[in-house]
């Protein structure tokens, strides 16, 4: 057997490597970047800075971040593909959670096309809380501190549950969030409310009532398989309880 040189040989193998290469093409791209943006409020209606919000991917070793510019935008770097949460937070703002954000159909980057507006943890306080029944409704009188005006407004909301220890991370319903104006604010809620909430006539139940921001903030956490309110001022007054009409 007649065997070749060995610079020969090595030229043949540099050139057998080569066209496996070229065979196989340019590899498939496995990370990219994910870009978002958010619109920041104060606890009220007012658009304030949007910048210095940072953004997180759960998950992901090292934590991969980033922080808003003036416009609210920011950009994620080589993100591995898969389905994340996000997190968002600043200083002075309740953190806000995006879940199921699927990353890299397609081998291709992410622009998230939903723009969370978010907002300030609440500053008001309930200072005050009582439950009126009659014969078809109840009546929630909430004391607040400031005292909501017209000049002024403040945002309330409040839980229900058949627990004593309801609080709004114990409850069975939670409310809109309300604007007060008037202090104390109150609120009428009709039996047939009550019933449609999953209550029964002649129930006692229990509420409890928090300031709250306009932009709440609110997400459906997987993890706990509840609401979360993260902007809720925990500054509070025991519950009370009424009989249901």
Not at 24 to 40: R, Y
Request: hydrophobic residues 35%.
């Amino acid at each position: 057997m007649k065997l070749l040189p060995l610079s020969w040989s090595f030229i043949l193998i540099l050139f057998i490597t080569s066209c496996s290469n070229n065979d196989d093409g340019p590899a498939a791209a496995t990370k990219a970047n994910i870009s978002g943006s958010v619109n920041l409020y104060n606890e009220s209606t007012n658009q304030v800075d949007n910048s210095n919000m940072t953004v997180s991917v759960l998950g992901t070793t090292p934590l991969i971040s980033a922080v808003t510019d003036a416009e609210g935008r920011f950009v994620l770097s080589n993100v591995p593909f898969g389905t994340y949460t996000l997190e968002y937070t600043k200083s002075g703002y309740g953190t806000y959670k995006k879940f199921g954000v699927v990353h890299g159909t397609n081998g291709q980057a992410t622009a998230l096309i939903t723009i969370p507006s978010l907002g300030q943890v609440s500053t008001t306080s309930i200072t005050g809380l009582t439950a009126s029944a009659s014969a078809n409704q109840v009546v929630l009188s909430m004391s607040t501190n400031p005292s909501g005006s017209a000049a002024n407004r403040r945002y309330v909301r409040y839980f229900l549950s058949t627990s004593q220890s309801v609080s709004a991370t114990n409850y069975s319903y939670y409310s809109p969030v309300f604007i007060s104006q008037i202090n104390p604010f109150e609120k009428t809620i009709l039996a047939t409310e009550l019933i449609s909430a999953g209550f029964t006539s002649g129930q006692q139940v229990y509420v409890r009532a928090y300031g709250d921001s306009f932009w709440d903030n609110a997400y459906d956490s997987t993890e706990f398989n509840r609401r979360i309110f993260p902007n809720l001022n925990a500054t509070t007054v025991p519950a009370t309880s009424f009989i249901v009409p």
